[in-house]
Nanobody, 124 residues
Framework: QVQLVESGGGSVQAGGSLRLSCVVS????????MGWFRQAPGKEREGVAA????????MYVDSVKGRFTISQYVAKGTLYLQLNSLKPEAPATYYC?????????????????WGQGTKVTVSS
């Protein structure tokens, strides 16, 4: 059984940082695409960062480029998202997800397994 468990969310002031973690069990993270998505209330879930775990090729949505970094620690079965220079915006829940594809996309439908999410709130 594949399980993804996120942690690391919280409340932070604008300009601050957080590191989100996603521990994956029942699945080898080094074989496919893994990603981070976020969803604010009343808005669609959007892809934030994705990592082709074999080869380490990462991609980011334009709004977070230069501020967020996705990484993996294969031996621990863990995916990370470092959030720096956070901007004040509506609270959002961040989800990690894994795809069974050998390529990455921003389409949530392409991701098979999802965690329960961790909430990030950035205040001004």
């Amino acid at each position: 059984q594949v399980q993804l468990v996120e942690s690391g969310g919280g409340s932070v002031q604008a300009g601050g940082s957080l590191r989100l973690s996603c521990v994956v069990s029942g699945y080898i993270i080094s074989t496919h695409c893994m990603g981070w998505f976020r969803q604010a209330p009343g808005k669609e879930r959007e892809g934030v960062a994705a990592l082709l775990t074999r080869g380490g090729s990462a991609m980011y949505v334009d709004s977070v480029k230069g501020r967020f970094t996705i990484s993996q620690y294969v031996a621990k079965g863990t995916l990370y998202l470092q959030l720096n220079s956070l901007k004040p915006e509506a609270p959002a829940t961040y989800y990690c997800a894994t795809s069974l594809s050998s390529w990455c996309s921003w389409a949530a439908a392409d991701f098979t397994y999802w965690g329960q999410g961790t909430k990030v709130t950035v205040s001004s």
